[in-house]
């Protein structure tokens, strides 16, 4: 973890769950298990290795993309960022094809089997997703990581351990690059929650990914992936991770556990620190839409198990 935080954070409060209004963050009514936890923004570095890669505006301006740091009153030591994956699709970062799908020049990625470079080179900052579960035909996959995602940041500070989140609100977007680089400023490891989506009828159940060569999601291999992008040093951790988090999630929330896959993902491209992406469950399928909206909080337990057992071992 980055030994310096830059500044601009916002003021210290008492939180038990968080409210976010505007980018503003206030003070929630205070427990026994989230008692004295103060929160602060963390602004992209604008010294960043990535800046010229990442996301960018109309106006080719590299936005200020930010993070919450919620800081526990006993820190054990570990800092964890929790990224609900998609966001805001209205977001401008949703919308525009602006930000370099692999952060380094075009030359470096000569043999590594990929057609993004060129005039391919950029795409959206971050996919839309607006589809709803077919359980409740009502919640969408930005709505659910965020409501999983505040209850992983819930359980985590009552065990002391430091919490970032890329964003608070259902409103809220960051490019999936300015993510990655944010949770390497200022976290340990990274964990990105997503559900899933097939268009293979019945597929179902716990899946989770770590950067590696061979694209599980593609099913082809990219050779060279991880020292071109400079996050070899972390691969091994990172798929311990991805297999602590196949493991509890699936056992603790009730899903069939599909493993852990190694993929080509630019949250891992823009990656510095050990991370993984988990699909909790697939939406699209009766009986795991079901689990996901039934039970959060098992699925969060998990996560929080997977970070446990992470530190531990």
């Not at 990929?114 to 969408?140: H, I, P, Q, W």
């Not at 608070?168 to 997503?194: C, F, K, P, W």
Request: negative net charge.
């Amino acid at each position: 973890m980055h030994a310096v935080l830059l500044a601009a954070f916002a003021a210290a409060a008492i939180f038990t769950g968080i409210k976010i209004e505007g980018f503003k963050t206030l003070a929630a009514e205070e427990t026994p298990k989230t008692a004295q936890v103060s929160v602060k923004e963390h602004f992209l570095s604008t010294d960043s290795k990535y800046i010229n890669y990442l996301w960018n505006d109309k106006q080719s301006a590299v936005p200020d993309a930010k993070v919450y740091i919620f800081e526990p009153s006993d820190f054990n030591g570990h800092t964890v960022c929790i990224d609900p994956g998609h966001g805001d699709n209205s977001h401008p970062a949703a919308t525009l094809k602006k930000e370099k799908v692999y952060p380094v020049e075009d030359e470096m990625l000569a043999g590594m089997n990929t057609s993004m470079k060129g005039k391919k080179a950029f795409d959206f900052g971050v996919e839309a997703r607006d589809y709803k579960n077919v359980y409740d035909n009502n919640e969408t996959e930005p709505e659910y990581t965020l409501k999983v995602a505040l209850l992983v940041k819930d359980k985590l500070l009552a065990k002391g351990y430091r919490v970032v989140l890329t964003r608070t609100e259902y409103n809220q977007n960051l490019s999936n690059g300015a993510r990655a680089v944010l949770a390497g400023e200022t976290s340990d490891i990274m964990i990105a929650i997503h559900t899933n989506a097939s268009d293979k009828r019945g597929v179902r159940g716990t899946m989770a990914f770590y950067p590696g060569d061979n694209d599980f999601m593609d099913g082809t291999l990219h050779p060279g992936y991880t020292k071109i992008m400079g996050i070899e040093q972390n691969a091994a951790s990172s798929q311990k991770l991805a297999s602590l988090l196949a493991d509890n999630v699936s056992k603790s929330a009730g899903f069939k556990n599909l493993g852990s896959h190694s993929a080509v993902l630019r949250i891992f491209s823009y990656s510095s620190i050990p991370v993984s992406l988990v699909e909790v469950g697939f939406s699209d399928q009766i009986d795991d839409a079901r689990i996901l909206i039934e039970k959060k909080n098992e699925a969060a337990e998990g996560i929080v198990k997977s970070v446990d057992e992470y530190f531990s071992n």
